[in-house]
């Protein structure tokens, strides 16, 4: 009987691994087909928005220019419809943008963009401007926002299962030094205690939520020179998603801070995905799933 019951754990959580591997696969799989189409669109469309920004600007100080070397010179042909011309000559390059327009699309943005827009964070400091990039932001972010969803959850799940694999053995000492029932009460003998309590996991991964929320402050206050509450508020509007744009994190085109904010980005979800999924089994539970008494004690303990 016990080995009937461990070979279909050992198959179910089989069957755990396969769906979260697959699904991680799927989604990065998603997201570099999404950076490698955003950037030769969006990127090869803002080239030549560029090209035509600086061609502005330079045919606006070309007019000023000379009309600076007629003054100088003393030229009396000038006329108001010249200056008027410089002007109308600014005015147009001013709003194409400004003349030292950064570029947008590098790769390490457009990555960051792909991640931003499937986690729903969506700052809105690289949109894309083209027809095409726009249709494709709608069509990648209906299959990809519930396939990341899905990762979020599945590593919740992982989460979980890799905390309870690590607190139980110090939970079944502890259970040995203080159990909770007299030998007489139940019968102990063929009972195993093979999970820890929903209650433990509850504030651990609260309390590790919190740590990693003050982390993350404190780093965007360091890597960015924020002000403590200006990182405050960043950081809250990218663990609830809402992304309000008037902050957003700085990549400084370097590759570890991209996979360091990432994670930064990613985790917390993770950790709410485990934090929700464990009071959704507590609600379902009733009263009885918020006890620290025998009752949540019977549920961590099973007959094999």
């Known amino acids: 009987m016990a080995g009937d019951i461990t070979a279909c754990l050992v198959a179910k959580e089989a069957v755990f691994i396969k769906r979260l591997f697959i699904g991680w696969l799927a989604l990065h799989i998603l997201i570099c087909v999404s950076v490698f189409v955003f950037y030769f669109i969006e990127g090869d469309h803002e080239q030549k928005y560029l090209k035509q920004t600086k061609e502005a600007w330079g045919d606006a100080d070309v007019l000023k220019t000379e009309l600076a070397r007629k003054l100088s010179e003393g030229d009396l042909n000038i006329t108001s419809d010249d200056i008027e011309n410089v002007i109308a000559k600014y005015l147009s390059a001013q709003s194409l943008g400004s003349k030292n327009e950064e570029l947008k699309w590098t790769p390490i943005r457009t990555f960051s963009f792909t991640h931003e827009y499937l986690s729903t964070i969506g700052f809105g400091q690289v949109v894309p401007k083209t027809v095409a990039g726009k249709y494709l932001a709608v069509l990648l972010g209906y299959v990809g926002i519930p396939l990341y969803l899905f990762n979020v959850v599945m590593w919740g799940q992982a989460l979980k299962k890799l905390v309870n694999c690590l ?138």
């Open 167 to 304: 607190l139980l053995p110090l939970y079944k000492k502890y259970k040995k030094k203080h159990p909770v029932f007299e030998a007489g009460e139940i019968e102990m003998e063929g009972l195993r205690i093979d999970q820890v309590p929903s209650n433990l996991l509850l504030i651990l991964f609260i309390v590790i939520f919190c740590l990693f929320f003050i982390l993350e402050v404190i780093f965007f206050m360091y890597h960015q020179s924020l002000e403590f509450h200006n990182s405050l508020y960043m950081s809250f509007a990218m663990v609830t998603s809402i992304g309000f744009g008037d902050y957003a994190p700085v990549y400084n085109e370097d590759v570890v801070t991209l996979v360091f904010v990432s994670l930064v980005q990613f985790l917390p979800f993770v950790l709410q995905a485990a934090i929700v999924g464990e009071l959704v089994k507590k609600m379902e539970k009733g009263r009885r799933g918020w006890r620290f008494s025998n009752a949540n004690t019977l549920e961590v303990i099973r007959k094999v």
